[in-house]
């Protein structure tokens, strides 16, 4: 069985329910009705009433079965309620003022919706860039117990090709601590999409061939990596050739297990990460689904603003499957 077609059967009328911050974006509410008419999730969109069904009106959909939440509109004592649990979840970080103006944010609003069980996870990021949209789960939601850094994985894939490309969304520069963990929760996220992970911790270097910082941080992140998970199939530091094809490894790096046959593949900043996954969708032509966030303590999406219909979609398949697991 295809892998959304699994998410989607794993999810089928259970109820999940996902809140969807940018109620008002056609996108959404294309993958919002698609979700609900085939009892996938029960979508919960926010915003202004009127300008969400005006939309849906102009592009044919019918919002009967859907849950609208207008910020704006919640009931005073609920909104008390909420401010209370955010200033108490930041432990004297913020204060009942501050609370109140974030949770104007629909990002902020949505997520305090998941973190008071309101709802089971959260999709945007459609209109939202990633900061604005993954802060507030960054600040409330939290880490899972032993995980201290969130991070972005994308799943690459084209025809039976699929692939792991981390970080590409979330941590601007790593340290080697940072970037060992990235490997080790990527080759956890792998085995969700049934890929059996050999990670290639990537450099412009392979194997010593260049000699700088940016290497032989890329050199103590696999040692620690290591490690943390000896059982693991990972090698570093590899060019993304050395990594990726066969006879470029046998040449570069033909002492390595890994080398040729990687299907996990860790940047060594966000700049080489989020560069990467664009050029291997837009020049490559794979499907790029994410970023999945890995390591939150509940399940929060993002989205690229340039998704369609059906990335919200899919994304959402991959939200309601995680707030199951
Ligand atoms: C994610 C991002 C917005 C966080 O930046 P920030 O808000 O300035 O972060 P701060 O350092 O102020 O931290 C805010 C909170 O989030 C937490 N945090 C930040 N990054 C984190 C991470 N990777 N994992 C876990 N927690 C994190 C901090 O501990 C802090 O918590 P606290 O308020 O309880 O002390 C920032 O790293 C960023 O912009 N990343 C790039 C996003 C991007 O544009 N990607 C490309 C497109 S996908
Ligand atoms: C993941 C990503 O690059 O997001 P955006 O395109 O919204 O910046």
Redesign the pocket.
Known sequence: MELFEQLASKIKGKGVRLVFPEGADIRIQQAATRLAAEALVEPVLLGDEATIKETAQLEGLDLQEIKIIDPEKYPETAMNEMIDALVTR?KG?TDAVTAAKWLTDVNYFGTMLVYMGLADGMVSGATH????T??PA??IV??KPGV?????AFVMQKGDQRYIFAD?????DVDAQTMAEIAIQSAQTARVFDIDPRVAMLSFSTKGSAKAPQVDKVVEATKLAKQAEPTLAIDGELQFDAAFVGQVAAAKAPQSTVAGKANVFIFPD?QAG?IGYKIAQRFGGFEAIG?VLQ?LAKPIS?L?RGCNAEDVYKVALITAAQALA
């Open positions: 930041r970080k860039p990633t900061g604005d993954v802060r960054l600040q939290k880490t201290s850094r969130i991070s972005g590409c969304a979330i941590n601007v966000l989020n970023p390591g993002d690229s």
